[in-house]
C-alpha cells in the first residue's frame, strides 16, 4: 500500500512538472541553463557546503542538549546520509536512519529518534514562520498572497499545538489511546508502551540544557537565511534579475509548498511555484524552469549523490528501517 501511494504522488509531481514543461519553450530553457557563470555557481555551490555543515552543527547541538557528544563530521556525514535515504525509501522515513547510526555507536535509539524529531521541528516550525511572513509580505508588497495566509496561520497554529502535546505525554497518551488499543496487537502492547515512555524522556532531556537547545534552534533560523541565499546565488549565476529581498519572500513559499505530499522532492510543485511567483517580477517562464532545474539538480541530486558516497563508506541494512525504527 504504502508502494502504491507514493507512485500516485510520484505521478502527480510529474504531471505538474509535465504540464509545465509544455508550457515553455525548452530551447530557451536550455540556453539559459548552458549560459550559467561558473564563477557565481561555484560560489553557491561554497555556501551549499556551508548550509551543509551548519544543518550537522544544529543536529549536533540538539544531540549534546540530550547529553551526547558526537564530532562535527560525524553529525554532518550522517545529515548527508539521512538525505539521502530519504530520497530513496518509501515515506520519507530516511532521516531517522541517523537513529540507527547512533545505536550502533551506543546512543539510545529513543534519543536518536527523538534528536531527529526535534530536528524537524525546529525546520518546520521556522519555515513555517518565514511562510506566514512572505505571504504578509506579498499582500502588502503586491496585494495579493501567494499562498492563503489563514492556511498558513491555520497550520502554524495546528503544528504549534502539535509540538506543545510533543512535550506532554499525559495529554497525548489519552489522545492516542483509542488508537493504541485498536492498532497494537495485544502482545506488542507493552512493548510499544515502553518504547512511547522511552521516547518522551529522550525528548525532556533537551530541558536540561535550554541554552545548548536555544542555539539549535538559532542554528535553524540561520539555516533559512543561508539556504535562501543560496536560492538567490543559483538565480544569479542564470542571470535572472531577482532582487536578494524578493528571494527572500519566494524560498519560504516554494519550500512550504515542496513539503505538500503531491510530490516527491518538489518536482512539479517547485516548477509551478517559480514560474507563478517570479513572474511578479518579470521572469520568463522559461528562466523559472531553469532556476527550478538547477536548484533540483545541486540541492537534491548533487548533495544526495555525495550521501550516497557516505553511505557506500558504512551501509545500513535497510530493509529492515521501519520495524526497527518503530
Known sequence: MMKFDRR?????????????????????????????????????????LMLILLKGLKWKAILKSQGQVISLAESTWLVNVGFFVSSVTPGRIGDFVRALYLKGDGVPLSIGVSS???????????????????????????????????LIFSVFLVFILGVFLLFKEKYLKILLRPAFNFIVPDDMKERVSVGFSSFFSALKLVKKSPVLFLSSVLLGIVIWVVGTFFFYLLAVSLSIGMPLEFAFLVFPITSLLDLLPISVSGIGTRDVSLVFLLSFVSVSSESAVALSLLFFFTGYVLVSFFGFMFFLRRPINMRFLDSKIM
Not at 549560459?35 to 555556501?47: E, P, T
Not at 521556522?126 to 508588497?141: K, P, V
Open 8 to 48: 500516485i504522488l510520484l505521478f502527480i509531481g510529474l504531471f505538474f512538472f509535465a504540464f509545465i514543461l509544455s508550457r515553455v519553450d525548452l530551447g530557451l530553457v536550455a540556453v539559459t541553463l548552458a549560459g550559467i557563470d561558473a564563477a557565481i555557481y561555484v560560489s553557491a555551490l561554497f555556501v551549499l
Open 116 to 150: 531527529v524529531i526535534l530536528d524537524r521541528v525546529i525546520d518546520v516550525s521556522i519555515l513555517l514562520g518565514f511562510a506566514l511572513l512572505s505571504s504578509l509580505a506579498f499582500i502588502s508588497f503586491y496585494g495579493y498572497s501567494a499562498v492563503s495566509v489563514e
